[in-house]
């Protein structure tokens, strides 16, 4: 089994010409007690950054204490000025009827900073509440993606994702548009070296 990535006090390389989006120095995270950490990386613009662990590893706690839910005890943890965030949890928002369509849904969310993929087109005249849950989980993925935020966080995006569907994300990551970063977190191995550019 590969080692947990991001192993606590390890620096990733970064270009010293360019603001971090994000930047961990030896970043103890938790909430009333720590979880998880040291940690300490950078992630800049235009990339993806996979952190990999088992479940219960603390991965959703650093994306809460990257989106500012979650504590940090300790080091620092710091975003680049003016930094707009998008946020998926494990389990996109989705109530028994939801009757409006795909495309009402990506407007709701602000998100068309880029024009949708063809894979996901023909599911945007339909209701939402009559996608799969695959189907709903990756255009809650795009509709982060597509938002114009300067960082996405996803957690476990990977989620009740079957093989081809598994493909449709990896080149949502790999083909999106826009210079904003992505930090995601999964316990799929396999897909996080598929789909990011370091992990």
């Known amino acids: 089994m590969p080692a947990p990535l991001l192993q606590p006090g390890t620096a990733t390389a970064a270009d010293p010409a360019r603001e971090p989006l994000i930047t961990a120095e030896a970043a103890v995270l938790g909430y009333a007690e720590p979880v998880l950490g040291p940690l300490?990386?950078?992630?800049?613009?235009?990339?993806?950054?996979?952190?990999?662990?088992?479940?219960?590893?603390g991965k959703s706690t650093l994306l809460k204490a990257v989106a500012g839910t979650a504590r940090v005890h300790a080091g620092a943890l710091a975003l680049g000025p003016g930094l707009s965030l998008a946020y998926q949890g494990q389990q996109?928002?989705?109530?028994?009827?939801?009757?409006?369509?795909?495309?009402?849904?990506?407007a709701y969310l602000d998100a068309h900073h880029a024009e949708p993929p063809k894979r996901l087109a023909g599911w945007l005249d339909g209701r939402?509440?009559?996608?799969?849950?695959?189907?709903?989980?990756?255009?809650?993925?795009?509709a982060c993606l597509a938002s114009g935020a300067g960082?996405?966080?996803?957690d476990e995006p990977s989620n009740n994702l079957d093989p081809d569907s598994m493909g449709v994300l990896t080149d949502l990551l790999r083909t999106r548009e826009g210079h904003g970063g992505v930090l995601l977190v999964s316990h799929e191995w396999d897909f996080l070296e598929r789909a990011c550019d370091r992990r």
């Open 128 to 142: 939402i509440d009559r996608l799969s849950g695959g189907q709903f989980q990756l255009l809650s993925v795009w």
């Open 151 to 154: 960082l996405v966080l996803l």
């Open 40 to 57: 300490s990386f950078r992630l800049q613009a235009g990339e993806v950054l996979g952190v990999w662990g088992p479940n219960g590893a």
């Open 92 to 106: 996109p928002v989705r109530l028994a009827e939801m009757p409006f369509r795909g495309w009402e849904y990506l």
